[in-house]
């Protein structure tokens, strides 16, 4: 019998938790478990998995094809857009152009499921400093915390703007998901978690300005429903929240 051996997650040199507007000695993951050759040892995208990533950033998604219609916005770059079927479900109805990035894996299951839109494979670690061409929307769900280095690609998603255009960004918010308190990430898939103020923070120091954020559920939770959820949350009755996902809106600075 033949054994196929997985490999490893790299290790990673980290900046300090500090350089991410994170506490003094938040703890890190210095593994990176999210990116290729793992997801290429078998058939990561499974069924399964492809119909989870329909159900995760559901309302980041929703509220991107709600600007689209009110802006009359003309072009949208998803920015680590997996399968892309918050693509075609959500945004395809409302926008004609649209491209996506992400890894080899995911981009090839996107052009095999029909998904109706211009990929290209990009490594988010490294990409390459000049836009790939001007957006009125781009959208980056649920990907920076994945990111030993976030820098990069927030710098790709500025310089990918239009005159008009917007980034829609998101993230774990890690006081809503793991309670306040937590001092480290305990997601292997992650690298680090913000809390709201944390994550607002890091985004302006890299240049973009806050004009709106909405904390949304993770999935497709109705989010009349958790009304009293956040709210006992916020008075401190309950630990965590289930509008654990923070949804920011941004535009470059200097606009």
Not at 20 to 30: D, E, K, S, T
Not at 163 to 192: F, N, Q, V, W, Y
Not at 215 to 224: E, G, H, K, S
Request: hydrophobic share 35%; aromatic share 6%.
């Amino acid at each position: 019998m033949t054994t196929i051996a997985t490999p490893k997650p790299a290790t990673i040199t980290l900046q300090p938790s500090e350089a991410f507007c994170l506490p003094p000695g938040y703890r890190q993951n210095a593994t990176n478990q999210s990116f290729d050759p793992l997801r290429e040892q078998g058939s990561y995208w499974n069924d399964e998995r492809v119909a989870m990533a329909g159900v995760y950033q559901h309302h980041v998604y929703r509220w991107a094809a709600e600007l689209i219609e009110r802006h009359g916005l003309q072009s949208v770059l998803d920015i680590g857009c997996g399968v892309g079927t918050k693509l075609r479900e959500q945004i395809a109805p409302v926008c004609a152009r649209i491209e996506g990035a992400d890894q080899a894996s995911a981009i090839a299951k996107a052009r095999e499921l029909g998904v109706p839109a211009d990929f290209r494979e990009v490594d988010l670690e490294s990409p390459e400093t000049e836009a790939w061409g001007r957006f009125d929307l781009v959208i980056c769900a649920d990907v920076l915390e994945h990111l030993a280095d976030p820098g990069p690609a927030l710098r790709l998603i500025a310089a990918s703007l239009s005159d008009r255009g917007m980034a829609l960004l998101s993230t774990p918010d890690r006081d809503r998901m793991r309670g306040r308190g937590c001092d480290g990430c305990t997601k292997p898939e992650h690298i680090r978690e913000w809390a709201a103020p944390e994550f607002r923070a890091y985004l302006t120091k890299n240049g973009l300005r806050v004009v709106g954020d909405r904390l949304v559920p993770q999935d497709t939770t109705p989010v009349r429903s958790t009304v009293l959820a956040e709210a006992a949350f916020r008075m401190g009755l309950r630990p965590t929240s289930p509008r654990c996902c923070h949804a920011v809106l941004c535009v470059p600075d200097d606009r």
